[in-house]
């Protein structure tokens, strides 16, 4: 069930208004529930899609960091807190003007990309639609995303440096 749920979700079909959003930032942050998921998009966003990208860890993005982020980004929160929203609203759309995308399994105040509820696996759909989200994002950008300019991945020839 669980192969078949992640198929699902890396064939889904991004909203043009969400794959938009994020070709046109300067920087995306990805902001979650220190899982793993957030940390993950956050590295997979430079290789991908090769734009700028941090990770708002915890609560950081309520704390200080919103004195330097521009209108010209973008915030992925991955599964808010839904008695957040508002305050992720005020702070980040209000108070900066940028905008904020979300990936949950509920419909939420921000440009949403839906994936089902799958209890403690639920992770893995998550991260398999935030991986869709940046392969459009590159695709779109017309990027070649089997071969990096400068990272190093697996199966890439390494040469030594001495």
């Given at each position: 069930k669980?192969?078949?749920l992640i198929t699902q979700v890396l064939e889904m079909h991004?909203?043009?208004?969400?794959?938009?959003?994020?070709?046109?930032?300067?920087?995306?942050?990805?902001?979650?529930?220190?899982n793993g998921v957030a940390e993950e998009l956050?590295?997979?966003?430079?290789?991908i899609a090769r734009k700028k990208s941090d990770f708002l860890e915890g609560t950081y993005v309520f704390h200080g960091i919103?004195?330097?982020?521009?209108?010209?980004?973008?915030?992925v929160i991955i599964d808010p807190f839904k008695n957040?929203?508002?305050?992720?609203?005020d702070v980040l759309i209000d108070g900066?003007?940028?905008k904020v995308v979300a990936i949950s399994t509920r419909k939420?105040?921000?440009?949403?990309?839906?994936?089902?509820?799958?209890?403690?696996?639920?992770?893995?759909?998550?991260?398999?639609?935030?991986?869709?989200?940046l392969a459009e994002i590159g695709i779109n950008m017309g990027i070649d995303v089997d071969n990096t300019l400068r990272a190093r991945k697996v199966g890439h020839e390494f040469e030594s440096f001495s």
């Open positions: 669980l192969g078949t991004i909203p043009d208004e969400i794959t938009e959003t994020l070709i046109n930032s300067k920087i995306i942050y990805f902001a979650g529930r220190n956050t590295l997979k966003a430079n290789e919103e004195e330097v982020m521009d209108a010209d980004e973008v915030v957040d929203e508002e305050k992720y609203k900066i003007g940028l939420t105040i921000f440009p949403t990309i839906i994936i089902p509820e799958y209890g403690d696996f639920t992770n893995y759909l998550e991260i398999a639609a935030g991986w869709n989200l």
